[in-house]
T-cell receptor, first 115, second 117 residues
């Protein structure tokens, strides 16, 4: 299995809702990433997990809460989002060998709309 | 702070023509990637360039890397409509956290390519 999967593909949520995005990979990668991509802009890194531990948080607001329950799964919990958080959320994973990461493989993304 | 600049940002080409997209970056990097993105879709990896002078070709696309000039190019030969998409370069620069080096991707702004008949 050489792909990263993400669910759901589309999500519409109100500003008071709580929802979660899910990312899964079975390539044995130990580093996993969340990116946010606004329309007509490049992706921006949000979080990096390594061996199920949060390693990098790019100053993301606390209304985004990542979780890595096991080495194959990465979640992004959403709460009290704002309309400006509407974007394509991309998950990626990469090998981590001897404390170095390699090429990132991207999932298909979740298109999030906050109303 | 690493900056990555692509040009042009918009490219309208006729089928059959050749053109080059440029990607300049401001500091040394470990790797450089080119991605294609179709509207509403994820990133498709096109090329990974690892060292100075690297050249890779796939079909009508050819990518090169000059680390001394901090420049990568994506050359399109005899464009066809199917190549219409947004193309991103991304510079991979290692950042350290907890004793591990993570490849942080910094993307260029993207080049929106439209190929006309």
């Amino acid at each position: 299995d050489t792909e990263v999967t993400q669910t759901p593909k589309h999500l519409v949520m109100g500003m008071t809702n709580k929802k979660s995005l899910k990312c899964e990979q079975h390539m044995g990668h130990r580093a996993m990433y969340w990116y946010k991509q606004k329309a007509k802009k490049p992706p921006e890194l949000m979080f990096v997990y390594s061996y199920e531990k949060l390693s990098i948080n790019e100053s993301v607001p606390s209304r985004f809460s990542p979780e890595c329950p096991n080495s194959s799964l990465l979640n992004l919990h959403l709460h009290a989002l704002q309309p400006e958080d509407s974007a394509l959320y991309l998950c990626a994973s990469s090998q981590e060998v001897q404390r170095r990461t390699y090429e990132q493989y991207f999932g298909p993304g979740t298109r999030l709309t906050v109303t | 702070e690493l900056k990555v600049e692509q040009n042009p940002l918009f490219l309208s080409m006729q089928e059959g023509k050749n053109y080059t997209i440029y990607c300049n970056y401001s500091t040394t990097s470990d790797r450089l990637y080119w991605y294609r993105q179709d509207p509403g879709k994820s990133l498709e990896s096109l090329f990974v360039l690892l060292s100075n002078g690297a050249v890779k070709q796939e079909g009508r696309l050819m990518a090169s890397l000059d680390t001394k000039a901090r420049l990568s190019t994506l050359h399109i030969t005899a464009a066809v409509h199917d190549l219409s998409a947004t193309y991103f370069c991304a510079v991979d620069r290692a950042i350290s956290a907890g004793g591990t080096s993570y490849g942080k991707l910094t993307f260029g702004q993207g080049t929106i390519l439209t190929v006309h008949p």
